[in-house]
């Protein structure tokens, strides 16, 4: 039986994830691949850090280079984060002739072209499958088992982090920080929390995710990013209300004009699934020409799911070793420089929360600053301000308009006298 020999760089929440998968199941591992996997060097940052698993007489160093160097290395596992000295050390590895398995998205969505190509040039394979969705298996469903399709659109709930805090935050008395806090120790955040809450972390995966489903370059420069920081408890309870969840969405989808890639707050109908989709938990849904819309749910962060996902590319890795079986890293031979839309092309509903004056009139102001823009109101609730300021909040859900029309109604909406403050706008997807 052949023995494959893994460096890893990184024994954190991934690295040590996937240690303690590779020691559990070896011999479940050693079956489906008929190889053996030898973890033979493991780089880390801090040599005295105490381990939650036992690397037994596997050689630990703070030299990640010297992993990558390494003779009785075959493949990187590269489990560290970040997009420099990661950056060098996939590359090195890479030319290097070693196989990479990674779990970074930040290093595919900004480098990966330029990863993808050096492997190919140098005939090594780099899987990432636990970079997108945690422990879903998405990137093989979309590259190989959704192949026969002309892919129209992908949407997802694909950050565990924010997931779970939109999902806590609903608790009365939720407090933002804190519930942070709680998915830091969990293992589910990034080295950067506000990668997660900022919506970076999720276009990363989005850029990966349009790649994989258009064919196209990975253009993580061209996607819309919003975070759920301005979210607040007034948002939550009102899309309940109004039948919605409020859930953070990253949207891939391909018009006859383009592709449109954003990632925003997003309100969904609580009747279509991915509103259920709680916690840690993400899913992903696709629709192809061929199979119409397809769903993937499971858990999108954390030590096990991601391990699992990591561990799974390992297993590729070993077939490719001993088979010669591989497929394009991105699933095409030849990618399409598809034009990316500017956000105001993109056309949605709304949901608008503001503060205006409880006053005679003012509805009439504020319906002609829409219909100015040829924007109908669906849906209006009003409530009084409880603070006897004789303000009201107002909340309207419109129809779907170009995204250009909305800007500019909200900018007359923020000018009129009646209103007070900004106007919060989350756009409504009904996912069909
Ligand atoms: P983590 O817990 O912070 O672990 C990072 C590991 O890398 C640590 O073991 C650290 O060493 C080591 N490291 C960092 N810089 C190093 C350096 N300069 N030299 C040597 N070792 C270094 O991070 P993680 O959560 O496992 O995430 C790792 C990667 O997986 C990231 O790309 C992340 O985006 C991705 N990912 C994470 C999850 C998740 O749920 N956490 C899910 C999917 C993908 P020390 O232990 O000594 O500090
Ligand atoms: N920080 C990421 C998340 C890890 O919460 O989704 C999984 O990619």
Redesign the pocket.
Known sequence: MKTIKLGL?????????TLRILQDNAEVLSQRTNARFEVTRI?????N?P?AVDTGDIAL????RSVVDAADVNVVV?????TG??RELVLRAIENGKHVV??????LAEHGDEVFSAAARRGVQVAYE??VA?GIPIIKALREGLSANRIDWVAGIIN?TGNYILTEMKQPGADFDAVLRQAQAL?????DPT?DVEGI?AAHKLTILAALAFGMPLRFDRVHTEGISRITADDMRFADMLGYEIKHLGIARRTDAGVSLRVHPTLIPKDVLLASVSGVMNAVMTHGDQVGPTLYYGP????G??AS?VVADLVDVARGMTCGETVPALGFRETTDLPVLEMEQVECACYLRFLAKDAPGVLAQFSSALADEGISIEHMHQEPCEDGSGDALVVLITNVVPEAAMNRAIRRLEALEAIDGSVQRIRIETLN
């Open positions: 760089l990184g024994l954190g929440t991934v690295g040590g994830g780089a880390v940052r801090d040599l850090k381990r160093t703070d030299d990640p590269e489990l560290m984060g970040g000295l990661a990674t779990a970074n998205k930040a290093l636990a970079a945690g565990g293992g589910y955040a990034e080295a990668f972390d999108g962060a954390g030590a799911p991601t996902a």
